[in-house]
């Protein structure tokens, strides 16, 4: 038997009540790997024909998500930070490029910001990041990809602001 839901999420809850910042996140963050190099987990959890985004379990007590997306075809995201939490990118099944950012411009209240790529990388089946508050980051994807994604808190549920992607950054912002 595999690393089961009430396994991880117990283990992730340890973890976290114990450190919920983000050396904490980084031990977390192992445990996302171990489920997504999980056959069975993956199997389970994210089905070839499972929803964008699936609310796995939700803490009740520290309030931290565990979601499965499952991509089909292509997709870009722009970029984004999570408000004030942070996120636990997991990929378990096909390829995702992240781009990383630098704040060129703030974003806020009827505010547009302004985001400068500094590094791509790709996510294979297996590996996990963490994105603590303020990383601004968007995956992009060819194919079909299966995630496993840990929110510190629900971003349905808190206030974020959107970015743009600019590749050079002006003089005056310098």
Same mark, same amino acid.
């Given at each position: ?5 009430? %396994? ?29 190099? *999980? ?18 379990? %939700? ?21 984004? *930070? ?16 992240? +781009? ?68 050079? +950054? ?5």
């Amino acid at each position: 038997m595999g690393y089961t839901l009430a %396994e991880f999420s117990a283990d992730c809850h340890q973890i976290l009540a114990a450190d919920p910042g983000p050396e904490g996140r980084k031990k977390v963050c192992a445990l996302v790997q171990k489920a997504c190099a *999980d056959p069975e987990f993956v199997r389970q959890h994210l089905p070839d024909n499972g929803p964008e985004r699936k609310i796995l379990y %939700e803490d009740p007590e520290l309030g931290f998500c565990i979601l499965g997306h499952v991509y089909h075809g292509a997709k870009e995201s722009a970029p984004h *930070d999570h408000g004030p939490t942070w996120a636990i990118y997991g990929q378990a099944f096909g390829e995702t490029i992240m +781009t990383e950012y630098a704040k060129v411009a703030p974003a806020g209240e009827g505010v547009l910001g302004k985001a400068r790529p500094v590094r791509d990388y790709k996510l294979t089946p297996g590996d996990a990041y963490v994105y603590n508050e303020g990383d601004l980051h968007s995956p992009r994807r060819e194919g079909t990809t299966r995630l496993i994604r840990i929110e510190g808190r629900n971003v349905e549920t808190i206030r974020r602001y959107p970015y743009q992607r600019v590749d050079a +950054t002006p003089a005056a912002a310098q």
